[in-house]
């Protein structure tokens, strides 16, 4: 039996007043879906561990079976995966952001004011010439690796221990003084303290060496935001993370727009597959990515189908524009997938979840409240649930699932 896990990022949600105290589940007609929940099984499943971060990393680990508390290290490490970047005991690898400063040293904001990858590729290859490898610092040497517009990933190289020092995520301080968020050592041992200044010093050399960089005189000629200085932030080591195939036995592969989950895939010994258009928002290449999936279910024993775009929609604050995602992901990924396992004649576990809940109107946060799941299994009895949403699955027959047993499940074990 193989087994199609289709994962609508932070889908599920609260009742709604506009709603009539409906959640954005509730309220789409989801056909598609309703007729996997007829023939399979619904539960809930708490996929943020109490106190852990809100985010897709900690949630797709739970998704995938991984306890988050024991293989959770951070974005970076996820990130330099998805990259193909190689760790090494010891090596501590971090997201790296390119920032835009106002005058004052502020954050203007977090993302270099969207700066192309064509634009950032010349700027990572000057970091890492002039900072970069052991001829620059035979001590404490750091790579640093391009990866996509203002999202880079910098790795300390030997000896470094992730949780030495601290560092703030620019994203959640924009508009604060870069002074104030500057990374600090948890300890006044020797190693926290060097790394501590290590990080400070090629913050320091970042921004005189990107100052007069040509990319960057020709974005002030623009008028646009200049990536001005590094920002690294969310450290972490190589978690020790058994394969798919060393845990089932079986093969997989990975669809998806988003870095993190394509490192996890990665990680987890899947193939991941690039889908021409696949932009992670409402407009991404559905039937692409759907055609790319059922190819790659007729190699491989599983394949994780992971959609952004209801998460992006639900940061807006886009209520219309999350019930649209939601209408999408049914009628232009669900229905589509049904329909292509029957005409190839593929046997396989249908799967649907949310990564984790995002409030549409509480801000457009991240949500640790259980997902709503659902699986079917042909050689399984259905239970009594007929749609798919949080009220429903919160009554299913599957109950609280907990630690490994929705991957268990989803893939048919
Ligand atoms: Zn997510």
Redesign the pocket.
């Known amino acids: 039996m193989k087994s199609i896990v289709i994962l609508g990022?932070?889908m599920s949600d609260r009742p709604q007043v506009q709603l009539g105290g409906r959640t954005p589940l509730q309220a789409t007609p989801t056909p598609h879906m309703d007729v996997v929940a007829r023939r399979g099984r619904l539960g809930t499943f708490a996929t943020i561990p109490q106190g852990m971060p809100l985010?897709?990393a900690v949630?797709?680990l739970s998704v995938f079976g991984y306890d988050p508390r024991r293989t959770f290290q951070g974005r970076g490490v996820l990130e330099a995966a998805s990259l193909g970047v190689e760790l090494n005991p010891g090596d501590v690898a971090m997201r790296v952001n390119l920032l835009a400063l106002n005058e004052g040293g502020t954050i203007r904001n977090h993302h270099a004011g969207h700066i192309s990858s064509e634009e950032s590729a010349p700027l990572i290859e000057t970091l890492q010439a002039k900072l970069g490898g052991v001829e620059n610092h035979p001590e404490r040497p750091v790579t640093f690796h391009m990866g996509i517009s203002y999202r880079h990933v910098l790795v300390f190289r030997g000896g470094w221990a992730s949780a030495a020092f601290s560092s703030a995520p620019p994203h959640d301080h924009v508009g604060e003084s870069v002074a104030d968020l500057m990374w600090t050592a948890n300890s006044s041992e020797p190693e926290a303290v060097a790394a501590q200044e290590r990080l400070r010093e090629l913050f320091a050399q970042s921004r005189a060496l990107l100052a007069e960089h040509p990319v960057n005189v020709a974005r002030r000629a623009r008028g646009v935001d200049e990536a001005m200085v590094i920002w690294p932030w969310s450290p972490g080591g190589k978690p020790s993370m058994n394969t798919l195939d060393e845990l089932f036995g079986i093969s997989g592969a990975v669809i998806s727009a988003v870095d993190l989950v394509r490192g996890l895939g990665r990680l987890a010994g899947c193939e991941v597959i690039q889908v021409e258009g696949a932009t992670g928002l409402w407009d991404t290449n559905y039937e692409g990515k759907v055609a790319a999936a059922l190819d790659a279910l007729q190699e491989k024993d599983f394949v994780y189908l992971h959609l952004e775009a209801t998460?992006e929609a639900s940061h807006a604050q886009d209520l219309d524009l999350k019930m649209k995602c939601i209408e999408y992901l049914d009628g232009r990924v669900v229905g589509p997938v049904l329909a292509g396992l029957r005409e190839r004649g593929i046997e396989a576990v249908v799967s649907i979840l949310p990564?984790?809940p995002?409030f549409v109107s509480d801000l457009g946060k991240?949500g640790d409240d259980p997902v709503p799941v659902c699986i079917w299994d042909p050689r399984c009895p259905a239970d009594e649930q007929t749609t798919y949403d949080e009220v429903a699955c919160a009554a299913g027959g599957l109950g609280n699932l907990a630690g490994n047993e929705f991957i268990r499940m989803a893939l048919g074990r």
């Open positions: 990022d932070g985010g897709s949630a797709n998460d990564d984790h995002t991240h």
